[in-house]
Structure formats: structure tokens, C-alpha cells
């Protein structure tokens, strides 16, 4: 896995809003709580509808990464974000359609996660339950939604660029998968 990055303008501004930023994660965790559970239909064009996610810590690499090691790699240009989240999605629950801006490196704890991808002009569908890890990559458009009885617990670790506010952004429904 390599974690590569762009410098981009007007870094030292966002590190400046980076703290204010994380202040409103759960603010906007309990505005996709408080949207309601959308069942197993259609995905919100705006976002999660029924996820709760909860900060546990934020950190910044401060310089070049190069680790090696039972088999992975992994390799930053510079600083990076790092944001250790907790993610609860309620039975019914969806991320909607998103991408991430880093990779995302996520386990799920209980409860059984299903996620959509467009693939190839079609849809691939996996289902990830507890002891089960999976792998984001950035700019990767895709859905994932609770579609059981019971809380699905996912302990994430996002990274990207320093200074990001946004770890999850929505995405348009790419309209191969019958969601």
C-alpha cells in the first residue's frame, strides 16, 4: 500500500482550521444519526443517513514515511493526517455513495457491513462481519450500508493529506449497482 500525496496550496490555512473542523466530526456524526434510518432502499444523494462516528484521535505524521514489513509498505510523501475513528451504522444505516481522500484501513468489530462498488459497467457486492478487515483507496466510489437487525461497529483509520477536514465525501451514484 503506498500513501502518496500533492502539496497543495493554502496548506497552512487548513492546518489552522484543521482543530475547528474536527470539533463539528460529531456534530455532523449526530446530524446523520438524527437524518433517520433509510432502511435497505435507495442511498441518500447527500451523504450517511443512520451512521454515528466518533473521533477517537487525530495525529499528524510529521515527515516522510518509509515502513516496510511482513509483506506491506507504506510510503508518504510528506506529513500526513491520521484519524482513528469508532463508526457505529444503525440496521438500515448507509454511508451513501463517498469516497475518501486517503486510504482507509477498517475492521469491523459486530454486525455485518455490506458494501457496493461500481466495477466494470457492473456492481460487486462484499459483506464484512466481525474479525473482518478491509482496504479503501482513495478517490474509490462506493457505498456501504447496515443491512441487518443489529449495530454494526467499525473501528477506521483514515489517512490523508495534512490539513484535511473532509475524510468522507459524497459521491454521485454511478447507477450500475441495483441499490
Not at 4 to 12: A, E, F
Not at 83 to 108: D, Y
Not at 130 to 158: C, D, K, M, W
Not at 166 to 174: G, Q
Request: hydrophobic share 40%; charged share 15%; with cysteine.
Amino acid at each position: 500500500m503506498a500513501v502518496d500525496g500533492h502539496r497543495t496550496p493554502g496548506r497552512r490555512m487548513k492546518r489552522l482550521l484543521l482543530p475547528l473542523a474536527l470539533a463539528a466530526v460529531p456534530a455532523l456524526a449526530a446530524t446523520a444519526v438524527a437524518a433517520g434510518d433509510h432502511g435497505a432502499g435507495p442511498a441518500p444523494a447527500d451523504g450517511p443517513a443512520g451512521v454515528s462516528i466518533e473521533p477517537l484521535a487525530h495525529a499528524t505524521l510529521p515527515e516522510r514515511v518509509r515502513a516496510h514489513g511482513a509483506g506491506i509498505t507504506i510510503r508518504t510523501r510528506g506529513p500526513r493526517d491520521v484519524l482513528v475513528t469508532s463508526i457505529t451504522v444503525a440496521p438500515g444505516g448507509t454511508f451513501g455513495w463517498h469516497t475518501h481522500p486517503g486510504p482507509v484501513l477498517a475492521s469491523v468489530a459486530s454486525g455485518t457491513l455490506t458494501e457496493y462498488e461500481a466495477h466494470h459497467r457492473g456492481c460487486r457486492t462484499q459483506r464484512f462481519g466481525p474479525g473482518q478487515a478491509f482496504v479503501e483507496s482513495a478517490g474509490h466510489e462506493h457505498l456501504a450500508r447496515n443491512e441487518g437487525t443489529e449495530p454494526v461497529r467499525i473501528y477506521a483509520t483514515f489517512l490523508a493529506l495534512t490539513g484535511t477536514t473532509e475524510f468522507l465525501a459524497p459521491a454521485p451514484d454511478p447507477g450500475t449497482c441495483p441499490v
